[in-house]
């Protein structure tokens, strides 16, 4: 379990990377995701390279992973993730 917790967070750094290259949104001033996600694998889509969760409160969060990440995974699975803040538009 605590490879998994691993490996999501480390995945989620490397993907959020990638964000920070690219221009500011448009809705810059809206609120950034939490810094922890706690939920249940509801999709795992090896052919789009992306995980989907389900937290308690019914919310959906996709993330982005490698085809070894998600080969550790399958429907059902709890997951926690830790996530890197949004940086702040200036």
């Known amino acids: 379990m605590l490879l998994k917790v691993a490996a999501v ?11 920070l290259a690219q ?31 389900r937290t308690a409160d019914g919310s959906i969060h996709e ?7 998600l080969s550790e995974y399958k429907v059902g699975d709890p997951v926690k993730a830790k996530l890197r803040m949004a940086p702040r538009c200036d």
């Open 9 to 19: 967070a480390g995945c989620l750094m490397v993907s959020s990377g990638l964000a």
């Open 63 to 69: 993330f982005q992973a490698s085809r070894e990440t």
């Open 23 to 53: 221009d500011k949104p448009a809705d810059c001033g809206k609120a950034a995701a939490p810094a922890m996600v706690e939920g249940q694998v509801t999709k795992v889509d090896m052919g789009q390279g992306r995980l989907t969760l």
